[in-house]
């Protein structure tokens, strides 16, 4: 609903938003900026913006201290794994209820989203003990499972928006020029249905990467990804705010410019279809 | 196209993901509640049986169980109210003619991509710190005391934490909303003389309604089950302070080895969660359909 106006009114408006925006992302300006100060500047009083001596120690002990590689690589297989076994699943479902709906479809879905309510604190003892018995404790398998069960409402939900917007007409005009059934989802479909599938793809990546419930109740070592890396640099003591940011930089980096670079798709998709 | 085959077919194509939904929600819902009915103490395994409610019994007598419901519900309507206000303003603002609008985006949607723990840490240790915080070092610079935010105000701190995390969530939904409405209808009410203020009430709120339903209901689900950031910072404390029912089951399982108390908070949070899911379907369904 963007309106004309005149150039200073159009100034005063982006030094506002411009302020209440970087008074949101300035957390992690902050910690970005902080992780490469050194120890003593990190709790420098009063607080230092900009630091004299720049420094890449802090990176350099983290990376040296702890294996960040392990970590960064099982968050990967973790929530890539989890993301694309749940749209195997998913995919069909979604498919199937957008195109065929039935007369309970949209109560299912409900029911979908509902599993989600149950607070993972509520069956951690139960799924403790099944990872125990079945060897899936601390493994990766283990985890893309768990994740992939979660997220596997919210990926039926977004693909099932996606998929409905998809106009039923241009399916008729196929088979009326005589496209088969194979043909029809290879040249029709498939093409309308790549950007929800990627956005979704996208979305349920970021929510695996940053989940911190069963990643950390369901590992130790072998298993553990970033958010257990990042749980394992204890109270810092102020002593370790430099190090403790470079930590979270490493952490968070990877998804934050992921994110930055899809975030036009990515609202799309979390708004559920419901706001267009 | 609904021919009998091509529903059989449909079926077919929702029943993987049905299937493994429901063992994934009623295998350990069941162990759940098999629980909670009997005695389980990781400390004294001899010791084994079934207790009738004395689980339950045990979390309704318990002098915090009042306080962890309070809690619970607290942190979800205290971060739904702030992120749902400041979301409001911050999308009118940014809808209005700037300079720059796709940067600002991608600054105000960053505090989402930020994993619960580290968002946690970083204003606990960064910002709220009572020595070394750039909070602490603000109030000094003013010649005040520093506030202990997370030993005087645990629960207010966590609520503004998790709201940093969502305000991005709201804020971008209800600007995607905020843009589909048309500029005709505004200036319209405008030349018939429309205050700013009966605009935004009359025009824009009840444009936003859905948008809002849709913020309410998917935040709901993700802050019944805040976790991460009580664990990080406060571990429930002071004292019991700010404990909500998932972090008193893990106290009572990870911390007291007592597994069929927890199975017992363990289902009261289930009864909690299905409460709140009513009254919200019954809202939400009704949005979603049009």
């Given amino acids: 609903m963007a309106r004309a106006v005149s150039t200073r009114r159009k100034l005063f408006y982006t030094a506002a938003a411009w302020s209440v925006a970087l008074l949101i992302f300035f957390p992690v300006l902050w910690t970005i900026l902080t992780s490469f100060k050194t120890e003593a500047s990190a709790v420098a009083s009063p607080p230092e913006l ?8 802090n990176y350099a002990e983290v990376w040296g201290r702890s294996d960040y590689p392990r970590f960064f690589w099982n968050s990967v297989v ?19 209820m957008a195109f065929v709906p039935g007369p309970r479809t949209k109560d299912l879905l409900m029911w979908m989203l509902s599993t989600k309510m149950m607070p993972a604190a509520a069956v951690l003892i139960p799924m403790y003990l099944i990872f125990q018995r079945t060897g899936l404790f601390d493994t990766r398998t283990g985890l893309v499972l768990a994740l992939m069960l979660m997220n596997l409402p919210v990926i039926v939900w977004m693909l099932y928006t996606y998929f409905k917007e998809i106009p039923v007409e241009i399916l008729e005009a196929a088979r009326m020029d005589g496209a088969s059934l194979k043909n029809e ?11 929800g599938i990627a956005s979704t793809m996208l979305l349920n990546i970021i929510l695996a990467w940053n989940e911190a419930f069963w990643t950390i109740t369901l590992t130790t070592t072998k298993a553990a990804p970033l958010s257990a890396f990042i749980a394992s640099f204890s109270a810092p003591q102020g002593l370790f705010y430099a ?3 470079a930590a979270s930089t490493m952490a968070i980096a990877p998804i934050l410019i992921l994110g930055w ?10 708004t559920f279809g419901a706001v267009k | 196209m609904a021919t009998q085959s091509s529903r059989t077919a449909a079926r077919l194509m929702v029943a993987p993901s049905v299937t493994v939904l429901f063992i994934w929600m009623i295998v350990p819902l069941a162990m759940t509640l098999w629980f909670s009915f009997r005695v389980y103490r990781l400390l004294s395994p001899e010791r084994t049986g079934w207790v009738g409610f004395r689980n339950f019994a045990w979390f309704f007598n318990s002098p915090d169980f009042w306080l962890t419901i309070v809690n619970t519900l607290a942190l979800v309507g205290g971060v739904l109210a702030i992120t749902i206000i400041l979301g409001v303003l911050i999308a009118l603002l940014i809808d209005l003619p700037v300079w720059g609008q796709g940067p600002l985006r991608i600054l105000v949607i960053s505090p989402f991509f930020v994993m619960p723990p580290v968002a946690a840490s970083i204003w606990e240790n960064l910002f709220m710190h009572p020595q070394n915080g750039m909070f602490a070092a603000a109030a000094i610079g003013l010649g005040m005391k520093p506030i ?16 940093w995390e969502w305000l991005p969530f709201a804020t971008l939904i209800l600007l995607t909303a905020l843009q589909s409405l048309s500029s005709e209808q505004l200036e319209a009410a405008e030349m018939d003389g429309a205050s700013a203020l009966n605009r935004f009430r009359y025009i824009v709120l009840p444009h936003l309604t859905r948008a809002i339903t849709v913020v309410i209901l998917i935040q709901t689900i993700f802050l019944l089950g805040i976790f991460g950031e009580i664990f990080t910072t406060t571990q429930g404390g002071p004292g019991s302070a700010s404990t909500t029912l998932p972090y008193s089951i893990y106290k009572q399982a990870v911390i007291a080895k007592d597994i069929g108390r927890a199975a017992a908070g363990g289902i009261i949070a289930v009864i909690l969660a299905n409460i709140v899911a009513y009254f919200l379907m019954r809202s939400m369904g009704k949005n979603l359909d049009a």
């Fill in chain 1, 185 to 195: 989802i290879i040249y029709v479909l498939t093409p309308m249905a790549i950007p």
């Fill in chain 2, 148 to 163: 202990l935010f997370l030993e005087s105000y645990p629960m207010s701190s966590v609520i503004f934490i998790v709201s």
């Fill in chain 1, 50 to 57: 900009f630091t004299a001596d720049w420094t890449l120690d």
């Fill in chain 1, 78 to 96: 973790i929530s890539v794994g989890s993301t694309l076994l749940g749209l195997l699943i998913a995919i069909p479902a979604a498919w199937s």
């Fill in chain 1, 243 to 245: 190090k403790l940011s």
């Fill in chain 1, 261 to 270: 670079f899809s975030q036009k798709q990515l609202v799309r998709g979390l």
